[in-house]
């Protein structure tokens, strides 16, 4: 409900070598496969016939052995992570199979093409606040776990952590036509709680980032697109700055 995918459609229209994470991984496997050369079949696959490409083909098994050969400490960092701060069983499982996928997506994409800008709006900095997190219980993840995470997988050149009041969140989460039906058991009370967890969790996030000097815009979505957008801009420019002048 914090309006990220609305800013990141935004973002990837405005910068002009732009591409999201997934379209980078679609384009990838098309091309390992030669279905870039059909246009036909291009225009047609989806995302989840892809994946199932990748999968079949072996091309996936492929990506998550480099990968593991790349960030070692990524598979342990995440599991441990899992076990100590998920309080249910089969959604620990759910979460570890979906980091599985995404390692062999992330190595796919990234020693491909150059591809200039990629934008991950559900990359290992978001499913930070699935492993620390959790919908129900206490939040007790410390600013250490965070930080051994953090230290086992791939990070960003920046970062842009996206939240809002709660109220605000809350009533898009409602609104939204997928992603919160399975929060519809919860009373208000306890989506509020679960709002907060999270906010909780994104404080340690920021604060860890900034230790591993990341640099991190926390942005808070209460009012319109454009406003989001022009904060944003800001920052973006001030990072490119900030790089050119350390190169």
Not at 33 to 45: G, M
Not at 161 to 182: A, H, I
Request: proline share 4%; net charge negative.
């Amino acid at each position: 409900g914090a309006g990220k995918s609305t800013l990141g459609a935004e973002l990837v229209k405005s910068i002009d070598d732009a591409i999201y994470f997934h379209d980078a991984y679609n384009q990838s496997v098309q091309r390992e496969h030669k279905l870039v050369n059909i246009p036909i079949l291009r225009s047609v696959i989806p995302r989840a016939e892809n994946k199932r490409i990748a999968a079949i083909s072996g091309h996936n098994s492929t990506a998550l052995s480099c990968y593991r050969t790349a960030f070692p400490n990524a598979n342990s960092a995440i599991s441990n992570a899992c076990c100590e701060f998920t309080n249910i069983d089969r959604r620990c499982h759910r979460i570890i199979k979906n980091f599985t996928h995404f390692n062999a997506e992330y190595w796919t994409v990234i020693s491909g093409d150059d591809w200039g800008t990629i934008l991950i709006d559900e990359g290992y900095i978001h499913r930070a606040l699935s492993l620390f997190g959790p919908p129900l219980g206490p939040f007790t993840a410390t600013q250490e776990d965070i930080l051994d995470y953090f230290s086992a997988i791939p990070l960003p050149d920046v970062a842009i952590l996206v939240g809002g009041d709660t109220e605000t969140v809350v009533q898009r989460m409602y609104k939204r036509e997928k992603g919160f039906p399975r929060y519809f058991a919860y009373g208000s009370g306890e989506v509020s709680e679960m709002v907060q967890r999270q906010k909780d969790c994104l404080n340690l996030i920021e604060e860890s980032l900034s230790k591993l000097d990341v640099n991190t815009l926390r942005l808070a979505n209460n009012n319109s697109v454009d406003d989001a957008m022009r904060q944003i801009g800001r920052f973006l420019k001030e990072s490119e700055e900030l790089f050119n002048n350390e190169s």
